[in-house]
């Protein structure tokens, strides 16, 4: 908490620098990375209190705290804030009209659909925006309803489109953890396998819509949450997006079709060598080390975003130019063509097992991360297939769910769960 000496002190020196409290609270925010600028703070601890507060420890108050006694520098009116002025007036907040946040949304009106997990709003011109406000923004079945919800309404009425976004620090940390293990330690496995279905019909919908489906990621976007930018038609990513599929640090592979479109746009995209073990085994490095890429431009290098798909700077303009590109996509839209794969099969589960046991041998895989990645690698070389055969998408999709089946039933992976929640880290067991 800021102490009542930097409070006046922000307070005093406002003359000298600027009319527009706004306008230093948006410097603050930017230029020092604050989450909130210095009259945002004193509009939360109470503008009465600091006035009180100063006048009891005998400091004089400022002039403009005093024009603001009874109320507060940031006020919403008529559904647009505004903010205090030395004057006594109050201004409308003037922004850049390439702004836009789900914050300007809940000023003008009403969530179309609500429920503990996430909201579908009306974003204006025809796009529906779904914003996630779990825990962290994680995907938990909740979640899950309000995306399948919003593609119905897309496709049922006249929608241009389905916008993914939030104001949140992250745009999805993964699955709820938390809920899984509670699942797994009543032995409700029916339940857990009903949660791994659903996210695959989910993401699925959200793949197979009438409509295109933008997401707009930002800060951690992990696990589920990368399998979420994998099935959008196109990403508009801000440029600090943490993108991966880490799933394999708490023991599991990604289930919701994660192994499928890593398989399918390392091949389509030229991110993998020529051949049939070309995108099996860049899939297999990419998931089985749990790569993260530091930036979105990395994740482009690596293959989580495609180089169609792109990057904003400034993070306050994220939302609006990815409802840009919901609405460049609407036009003549059609869905995309599923995936088909010609997998290696068991000679290709062996080459990726060789190369497993030579990190075991050298120290770098612990005897968990060998039994992680051979159900990696029985999803990603097929199963039991050969190259002439023909795979489905739904076909790669039964090979995950049977895969975490296995490994959600595996002490060493709820070792691994259970470690990650309690501590924040991964566990090398």
């Given at each position: 908490?800021p102490s009542i000496r930097a409070e006046?002190?922000n307070?005093e020196?406002f003359?000298?620098?600027?009319d527009s409290?706004a306008d230093?609270?948006?410097?603050?925010?930017?230029?020092?990375?604050?989450?909130?600028?210095?009259?945002e703070?004193i509009?939360?601890?109470g503008?009465?209190?600091?006035?009180?507060a100063?006048?009891?420890?005998?400091?004089e108050?400022?002039?403009?705290?005093l024009l603001?006694?009874?109320?507060t520098?940031?006020?919403?009116?008529?559904g647009e804030?505004?903010?205090?002025v030395?004057?006594?007036?109050r201004?409308?907040?003037d922004?850049?009209?390439?702004t836009l946040?789900?914050?300007d949304?809940?000023?003008?009106?009403?969530?179309?659909e609500?429920n503990?997990?996430a909201?579908i709003w009306?974003?204006g011109?025809g796009?529906?925006?779904v914003e996630?406000h779990?825990?962290m923004?994680a995907m938990d079945?909740?979640?899950?309803?309000?995306?399948?919800s919003a593609?119905?309404?897309?496709?049922t009425?006249?929608?241009k489109?389905?916008?993914?976004a939030?104001d949140g620090?992250?745009f999805c940390?993964?699955?709820?953890l938390g809920l899984?293990?509670f699942?797994?330690?009543?032995g409700?496995?029916?339940?857990?396998e009903?949660?791994?279905?659903l996210?695959?019909?989910t993401y699925?919908a959200?793949?197979?819509?009438e409509?295109?489906?933008?997401s707009a990621?930002t800060?951690?976007?992990?696990?589920g949450?990368?399998?979420v930018?994998l099935?959008?038609?196109?990403?508009?990513?801000?440029?600090?997006?943490?993108?991966?599929?880490?799933?394999?640090?708490?023991?599991i592979?990604?289930?919701?079709?994660g192994c499928?479109?890593m398989?399918?746009?390392l091949?389509?995209?030229?991110?993998?060598?020529g051949?049939p073990m070309?995108?099996?085994?860049?899939a297999?490095?990419t998931?089985?080390?749990?790569?993260?890429a530091?930036?979105?431009q990395q994740a482009?290098d690596?293959?989580?975003l495609?180089h169609?798909d792109r990057?904003?700077?400034?993070?306050s303009?994220?939302?609006?130019?990815?409802?840009q590109l919901?609405?460049?996509?609407?036009?003549d839209?059609e869905?995309?063509?599923?995936?088909v794969?010609h997998l290696p099969?068991?000679?290709?589960k062996?080459?990726?097992a060789?190369a497993v046991a030579?990190l075991?041998?050298?120290g770098?895989?612990?005897p968990h991360?060998?039994?992680?990645?051979?159900?990696?690698?029985e999803?990603?070389?097929?199963?039991d297939?050969d190259?002439?055969d023909?795979?489905?998408e739904?076909?790669v999709?039964?090979?995950?769910r049977?895969a975490?089946?296995?490994?959600?039933?595996?002490?060493d992976?709820?070792e691994r769960?259970e470690?990650?929640?309690?501590?924040g880290?991964?566990?090398r067991?």
């Open positions: 908490m006046r002190g307070v020196v003359d000298e620098v600027t409290v230093v609270d948006l410097a603050m925010r930017i230029g020092y990375n604050w989450k909130k600028g210095p009259f703070m509009d939360q601890l503008v009465d209190w600091l006035i009180t100063l006048e009891e420890s005998g400091r108050v400022p002039p403009l705290l603001a006694k009874g109320s520098f940031h006020e919403v009116i008529n804030p505004n903010y205090l030395s004057s006594g007036d201004v409308v907040l922004r850049p009209p390439e946040s789900v914050a949304l809940k000023r003008r009106g009403s969530p179309l609500k503990p997990s909201s009306d974003a011109d796009v529906l925006l996630y779990s825990k923004n079945p909740m979640s899950m309803e309000m995306l399948l593609v119905d309404l897309a496709e009425e006249d929608w489109g389905i916008l993914i939030n620090q992250n940390a993964g699955a709820n899984a293990l699942a797994v330690n009543l409700a496995w029916k339940e857990l009903q949660f791994i279905a996210g695959q019909e699925s959200l793949k197979y819509a409509v295109p489906v933008v990621s800060g951690m976007c992990l696990g949450g990368c399998e930018l099935h959008s038609d196109a990403v508009q990513a801000h440029s600090e997006s943490y993108i991966g599929l880490v799933e394999v640090g708490v023991g592979i990604p289930a919701w079709g499928k479109e398989l399918g746009r091949a389509q995209n030229g991110y993998a060598a051949g070309g995108p099996v085994t860049s297999f490095e998931i089985g080390l749990a790569k993260v530091k930036s979105a482009q690596i293959g989580y495609t169609n990057i904003t700077m400034n993070r303009r994220l939302i609006n130019d990815a409802k919901v609405l460049e996509l609407s036009i839209y869905p995309p063509t599923p995936h794969f099969g068991r000679t290709g062996a080459a990726l060789l030579d075991r041998r050298s770098r895989a612990t991360d060998v039994i992680v990645s051979d159900a990696l690698a999803i990603l070389s097929g199963g297939t190259m002439v023909i795979l489905t739904e076909d999709l039964e090979l995950e049977e975490i089946g296995r490994l959600a039933r595996n002490e992976s709820l769960m470690h990650m929640l309690v501590t880290k991964p566990l067991n």
